[in-house]
């Protein structure tokens, strides 16, 4: 079974940067995605990678973050800078596995402090 496993997150101060990465045990198929969860709101995309190489992010990403993959260390990263407040959630990443089936890690806790 496909696993994901994120790590790089913590706290920082507005303005700050941090770089997520999100580490599969074996091939993903599909998108490659990170998504974000605050307390009491929806999940949202942050970011994907779709199997062709598009890349999209959020409206709320505003030239802020860069994703990006390593395909021969099957992993996911996400660099975000001039980080803010609003940007303080649980992130995880997301990836279909061989079945097409989504799975989701169990995410990374970003604090931005004001």
């Known amino acids: 079974q496909l696993q994901l496993v994120e790590s790089g997150g913590g706290l920082v101060q507005a303005g700050e940067s941090l770089r997520l990465s999100c580490v599969a045990s074996?091939?993903?198929?599909?998108?490659f995605a990170w998504y974000r969860q605050a307390p009491g709101k929806h999940a949202e995309m942050v970011a994907e990678?779709?199997?062709?190489?598009?890349?999209y992010y959020g409206d709320f990403v505003q030239g802020r973050f860069t994703i990006s993959r390593d395909i021969t260390k099957n992993t996911l990263y996400l660099q975000m800078n001039n980080l803010k407040p609003d940007d303080t959630a649980r992130y995880h990443c997301?990836?279909?596995?061989?079945?097409?089936?989504?799975?989701w890690g169990k995410g990374t806790l970003v604090t931005v402090s004001s």
């Open positions: 997301k990836a279909d596995d061989r079945f097409s089936l989504a799975r």
């Open positions: 074996g091939t993903t198929f599909g998108i």
């Open positions: 990678i779709r199997s062709n190489g598009d890349i």
